[in-house]
């Protein structure tokens, strides 16, 4: 089973819809998650950290199922700009260190 | 005011032939990060840098040498580059804190291997 896992995707979606991805992880143990953002041939950048208690940030919400172990992030109204590949990233032990899922494709189509 | 440099943004190498790729960073942070991307996969990473302390992946082929001689450089060698080695490599960096916080990345360098 892979560290991190993610349904690669594409998800197609119409401007003005809600989306929603999940990403499964294997070590309990892990401690923090983020989404990150990369867009087509540029570098990824962070999007939100995800608490414990869930968060928000604007359109975006990001959730924690540890029985589960998954994380989940919601974006509604979508923009033709949210359209890139969102990363589930973990940290994987060690100090400091993370890994990345491969990605989930989207596009926001007009 | 970019934060994390990475030079050249595109490097072309023929087989077998050495090559060095730099990453340099404004923020001051301790930890620094290379990662090799390919086409539609995760961002793997090759080694990290905590200070000084230097952090080998288990699975990081032996072709693959980093150098951080300042808090400031840190630079990834590839001695003897092969076809599979065309990727896009990732520098990144972040503060030292209790948990794990935020990478920031550099725009990344192509690596073509001819």
């Known amino acids: 089973r892979k560290e991190v896992e993610q349904d690669p995707g594409p998800f197609n979606v119409p401007e003005g819809a809600t989306v929603a991805f999940n990403c499964t992880y294997s070590?309990?143990?892990?401690?923090?998650f983020f989404w990150y953002r990369q867009d087509c041939r540029k570098e990824p950048k962070l999007l939100m950290s995800?608490?414990?208690s869930g968060n928000e940030d604007g359109r975006f919400t990001a959730q924690l199922n540890r029985a589960s172990q998954y994380i989940s992030l919601l974006i509604r109204d979508s923009k033709l700009s949210d359209s890139a590949t969102y990363l589930c990233?973990?940290?994987?032990?060690?100090?400091?260190?993370?890994?990345f899922g491969t990605g989930t494709k989207l596009q926001v189509i007009p | 005011d970019a934060m994390v440099i990475q030079n050249p943004r595109y490097q072309v190498t023929q087989f077998g032939k050495p090559v060095t790729l730099s990453c340099s960073q404004t923020?001051?942070?301790?930890?620094m990060y290379w990662y090799q991307q390919k086409s539609s996969q995760a961002p793997k990473l090759l080694f990290h840098?905590?200070?000084?302390?230097?952090?080998n992946e288990a699975d990081t082929p032996d072709n693959f040498q980093s150098r951080r001689p300042n808090t400031s450089f840190c630079f990834l060698d590839i001695r003897s580059p092969g076809l599979g080695d065309a990727a896009m490599y990732l520098c990144?960096?972040?503060?030292?804190?209790?948990?794990?916080?935020?990478?920031?990345f550099g725009p990344g360098t192509r690596l073509t291997v001819l």
């Open positions: 070590n309990s143990a892990s401690q923090s």
């Open positions: 995800v608490y414990s």
């Open positions: 990233v973990v940290n994987s032990g060690g100090y400091q260190k993370v890994t």
């Open positions: 990144a960096t972040s503060r030292v804190s209790t948990g794990v916080d935020e990478q920031f």
């Open positions: 923020l001051n942070h301790n930890v």
């Open positions: 840098y905590y200070d000084k302390d230097f952090n």
